[in-house]
């Protein structure tokens, strides 16, 4: 079965830094674009960024160019997020999703499997 789980998440000041992982399992990780999705009290879904397949290409929202990076290791089967300079607006649920499409989509609901989330909170 296909599983995704995040790790890493937990309480940070303002300005300081973390670094979220996904491990997956159950499909060929290689041949599934990865992302990162959020989600805050009662808002949607958002998403956050995205790595192809091969992790040549990146695709990032633009309220966190600049201070996340996307990345994967497709030996680990897990994908990462690196978060600096973190905000506020930043605390949300933080999700891994795969999509075995090619097109990096922002949509939610094009991406075929989730984790449960890991909880992301920024003090100020």
């Known amino acids: 079965q296909v599983q995704l789980v995040e790790s890493g998440g937990g309480l940070v000041q303002a300005g300081g830094s973390l670094r979220l992982s996904c491990a997956a399992s159950?499909?060929?990780?290689?041949?599934?674009?990865m992302g990162w999705f959020h989600q805050a009290p009662g808002k949607e879904r958002e998403f956050v960024a995205a790595?192809?397949?091969?992790?040549?290409?990146?695709n990032y929202a633009d309220s966190v160019k600049g201070r996340f990076t996307i990345y994967r290791d497709n030996a680990k089967n897990t994908i990462y997020l690196q978060m600096n300079s973190l905000k506020s607006d930043d605390t949300a649920v933080y999700y891994c999703?795969?999509?075995?499409?090619?097109?990096?989509?922002?949509?939610?609901?094009?991406?075929?499997?989730w984790g449960q989330g890991t909880q992301v909170t920024v003090s100020s």
């Open positions: 999703a795969a999509d075995s499409s090619i097109f990096l989509s922002r949509a939610p609901k094009t991406w075929d499997y």
């Open positions: 159950g499909f060929t990780f290689s041949t599934y674009a």
């Open positions: 790595i192809s397949q091969n992790g040549a290409r990146t």
